[in-house]
């Protein structure tokens, strides 16, 4: 091999090595980062509610908070988001006219180019009191079920996780989308045309070929924009109201803090080391989730790649 | 059209031919409705959104001053003044980030191509990568604070940041460069290897320049997309409301951070100076995007292989 050759190869495979070993780098140094913190927490890490780092002597903060409002923000986001994506990637494959499919997907695309600070911005400044009303009817008519029960921060505000969640549903829209599009347009043309010739109607056709053929892919898309929605940090950190004293109790009208915004809203307390300690354990407990999901979600694409 | 069929062609039809039953019709109907109906609701937001950023942006826009002066010498419910310093925190971080994750992103996207194929390390490096995009920006910034500051005790500066937007940047980069070295045709490398030439330079004289135009789109596309990162800033460096070339130290302005400042500091009574300042930032910053896009637009047709 000629020693241009060599370095070369040699560079580009270091590159990848490097990549591989970012992660687990990640990994390591927040783990390292938050030992200490840890050890000085006098609550317990993974059962208490309470966070109250500003005073680093006397450390008290759990997770189970921010884990309960993570993952309840990203499944009402993902409820909203995944049946709407369905519909635009139904509609971009297989309704939109042919020369305008492309242009369709494109403006679809364009939302994932807006900043997540302007969405968090239309979010609460915009977007929140249009909802107001909408949070009002269905606190009056369902309010019954806990769900929609008066939360800890309605009806003074609006920054519940409502509003979160719908302002988050639309940032998924076009990552659930993208996946589940490609996958859909590579339903076997036979497929199809087998349905269309037996006489189904277009419903019929994609109920029977196209769903069938692109349901992995389309799970697989939603968890991947799970693991998103996850990790979004300031539209949320803008739109969540953190209420002082109380905690979240499955309403979607309550505010609260998910990891992220929490860590995000309190930027303030990283001048110390110890407090900012305890932010870096739940950065490593966020790390490990979304990597767990972002996991999964590869393993299913991958899976159904490889067929 | 039916009712001037022809005699024969009325022949021709098949004759076991049924009509589709009223159910299926409804159910057709209801399925078309709501597929166009999900299409047009992923459109209001972002109709509405830039409408939002447009409408209450443009005031500040127009003036001069906007674009060429910094908060430093205003107070901060007082109106004037402008957002220079935040574009060129903007700008300089964004750059620097490029720097660093272009050659990295088209190494990892060449040994991935070229070297790695179908090779265990190509496929983990894949894999990696693919986790690796999917790293909240967050995440990524308490990262480069235990790397960057803690361990090594350097400060909180505009580099910090830089650092941090390069792991959200990487994937991306990686991604849309492997993409376009894929689509390489195997002839072009093979004649090139034919002719003697080494295989590193005909990567670098025959590959690369091939890809080159779908690469530097995805390289702006990606880079538009970390300067309006904000989680990073918030961690790693301090809002000044002056000019600040120096990314290695000071604090340093970017549009995302002076709108999550701005949030944070002043009233955001529709009409307030603070109001007016977000959605000017926001526009200036929704400008910046679009440039760099078209740019990206035009500097790939400009590079692209020519075409007989």
């Known amino acids: 091999m000629r020693p241009g050759d060599r370095i070369f190869k040699n560079l580009s495979t270091g590159a990848g090595i490097f990549v591989v070993a970012l992660i687990a780098l990640i990994g390591i140094f927040l783990l390292v980062q938050a030992i200490p913190a840890l050890g000085a927490n006098e609550v317990n890490f993974l059962t208490s509610r309470i966070w109250e780092t500003g005073d680093p002597t006397h450390l008290r903060f759990g997770i189970l908070d921010l884990l309960l409002v993570t993952i309840y923000t990203s499944l009402v986001a993902l409820i909203i ?96 989308t993208s996946l ?53 940090t300031i539209a949320l950190a803008v739109i969540l109201y953190i209420p002082r004293g109380h905690f979240f109790d499955w309403s979607v009208f309550d505010g609260g803090a998910t990891f992220a915004s929490q860590i995000a809203a309190n930027y303030a307390e990283f001048n110390n080391p110890t407090s900012a300690g305890a932010y870096i354990a739940a950065g490593l407990v966020l790390f490990v989730l979304t990597f767990a999901v972002n996991f999964a979600a590869r393993t299913i694409i991958g899976e159904r790649k490889a067929d | 059209m039916t ?73 901060s419910d007082e109106v004037g003044g402008g957002v220079l310093h935040a574009i060129i925190g903007t700008l300089e971080q964004g750059l620097m980030c490029a720097v660093i994750s272009v050659p990295l992103g088209l190494l990892v996207a060449i040994y991935l191509v070229e070297y790695g194929r179908d090779t265990r390390l190509a496929k983990v490096t ?96 990606a880079l538009a997309r970390v300067m309006g990162e904000t989680a990073p800033l918030l961690v790693l460096v301090g809002y000044s409301a002056y000019v600040n070339w120096d990314l290695f130290g000071d604090n340093q302005a970017s549009l995302p951070l002076l709108m999550n400042t701005e949030r944070a500091t002043n009233s955001m009574e529709p009409g307030s100076v603070g109001f007016d300042r977000i959605w000017g930032a926001a526009l200036t910053l929704v400008i910046i995007i679009a440039l760099i896009n078209l740019i990206a637009t035009v500097v790939s047709r400009l590079v ?4 007989k």
């Open chain 2, 3 to 75: 009712s001037t069929l022809s005699e024969t062609e009325r022949l021709a039809s098949p004759p076991a031919f049924q009509q589709v039953s009223a159910g299926r019709k409804a159910k057709n109907a209801l399925a078309t409705v709501l597929v166009w109906l999900s299409f047009l609701i992923a459109v209001a937001p972002l109709v509405w959104v830039l409408y939002t950023v447009i409408a209450n942006g443009i005031k500040r826009i127009p003036y001069t001053n906007w674009w060429s002066q910094d908060f430093g010498s205003v107070l």
């Open chain 1, 180 to 232: 589940s599009r490609e996958v859909f347009e590579r339903t076997p043309t036979a497929h199809i045309e087998g349905a269309l010739a037996l006489g189904a109607t277009r419903w019929e056709v994609i109920r029977t070929t196209v769903l069938p053929f692109g349901k992995a892919g389309y799970v697989g898309a939603s968890m991947l924009g799970l693991g998103r929605a996850l990790g979004e």
């Open chain 2, 304 to 307: 692209a292989p020519k075409k």
């Open chain 2, 126 to 221: 894949t894999f990696m990568v693919d986790i690796l995009s999917g790293v909240p920006s967050i995440v990524a910034a308490l990262f480069i604070y235990a790397l960057w500051i803690t361990t090594f005790g350097l400060p909180r500066s505009g580099f910090a940041v830089s650092l941090a937007l390069v792991l959200l940047m990487i994937p991306v980069v990686v991604r849309s460069a492997e993409e376009m070295l894929r689509i390489v045709p195997d002839d072009l490398r093979e004649a090139s290897y034919a002719l003697g030439v080494p295989k590193w330079k005909t990567i670098m004289k025959i590959v690369l320049p091939t890809a080159m135009s779908g690469i530097i789109s995805g390289v702006m596309m």
């Open chain 1, 81 to 176: 988001a995944m049946p709407i994506s369905l519909g635009i990637a139904l509609f971009l494959t297989q309704y939109a006219p042919r020369r305008l499919a492309r242009p369709f997907a494109y403006v679809v695309d364009l939302l994932a180019a807006v900043p997540s600070i302007i969405f968090g911005l239309w979010g609460i400044l915009v977007l929140a009191p249009k909802m107001a009303p909408v949070s009002q009817w269905l606190n009056e008519t369902l309010g019954f079920i806990p769900i929609f029960g008066t939360g800890n921060v309605f009806p003074n505000y609006s920054g519940t996780i409502f509003t979160a969640g719908v302002v988050l549903a639309v940032m998924l829209l076009p990552i659930i």
